[in-house]
T-cell receptor, first 114, second 114 residues
Framework: GNSVTQMEGPVTLSEEAFLTINCTYTATGYPSLFWYVQYPGEGLQLLLK?????DKGSNKGFEATYRKETTSFHLEKGSVQVSDSAVYFC?????????????FGAGTRLFVKA | DGGITQSPKYLFRKEGQNVTLSCEQNLNHDAMYWYRQDPGQGLRLIYY???????QKGDIAEGYSVSREKKESFPLTVTSAQKNPTAFYLC?????????????FGDGTRLSIL
């Protein structure tokens, strides 16, 4: 079946530190991969996506590369800011059970200290 | 601006009462989704609809009901049969025709038991 596993949080970093949030997936087909971000009291927003192997998604200094050989899509940022504090969700989208569906990981909470 | 509107932001339910959560979108999306989010957990799919007048159960449909009479609207009813309804409920939409397209989320409704 399809599933997404991401590293447990919370992750606590100082401002300007390097961020990595690991994400691995299992899929029966050829999924598209996404990272979403959720700020307190809000819904999820798309952060970046990659639709095929070796694609790199990037946005607001965040990057993730679709690695088919390791079934991974790790999120990275070179220098985090306090405003990056949020919950980050890795997700895959594919066609199964009669429709296009998205499977979400459990989320990783990031705290960035000034 | 196009988007998804969920209302109310906070909702309280008495024992034995049904409550309805509203979700409206003006993105002209065919597919709409309801998710439940519990603290520290990912999103679990309750119901989804790929087209007007049609919907399918997700992973945790018991105790919930939906309707899709209009393309723009996908209300969720939490019935008295749902014994543990306290959670954050998120509505989302997408084109539904392409796995590369992300889901767009509302800002959620937080449901609590009185």
């Amino acid at each position: 079946g399809n599933s997404v596993t991401q590293m447990e949080g919370p992750v606590t970093l100082s401002e300007e530190a390097f961020l990595t949030i690991n994400c691995t997936y299992t899929a029966t087909g050829y999924p598209s991969l996404f990272w979403y971000v959720q700020y307190p009291g809000e819904g999820l927003q798309l952060l970046l996506k990659a639709t095929k192997a070796d694609d790199k998604g990037s946005n607001k200094g965040f990057e993730a590369t679709y690695r088919k050989e390791t079934t991974s899509f790790h999120l990275e940022k070179g220098s985090v800011q306090v405003s990056d504090s949020a919950v980050y969700f890795c997700a895959l989208s594919d066609y199964f059970d009669g429709g296009f569906k998205t499977i979400f990981g459990a989320g990783t909470r990031l705290f960035v200290k000034a | 601006d196009g988007g998804i509107t969920q209302s109310p932001k906070y909702l309280f339910r008495k024992e034995g009462q049904n409550v309805t959560l509203s979700c409206e979108q003006n993105l002209n999306h065919d597919a709409m989704y309801w998710y439940r989010q519990d603290p520290g957990q990912g999103l679990r799919l309750i119901y989804y609809s790929q087209i007007v007048n049609d919907f399918q159960k997700g992973d945790i449909a018991e105790g919930y009901s939906v309707s899709r009479e209009k393309k723009e609207s996908f209300p969720l009813t939490v019935t008295s049969a749902q014994k543990n309804p306290t959670a954050f409920y998120l509505c989302a939409s997408s084109t539904g025709t392409d796995q590369n397209q992300p889901q767009h989320f509302g800002d959620g409704t937080r449901l609590s038991i009185l």
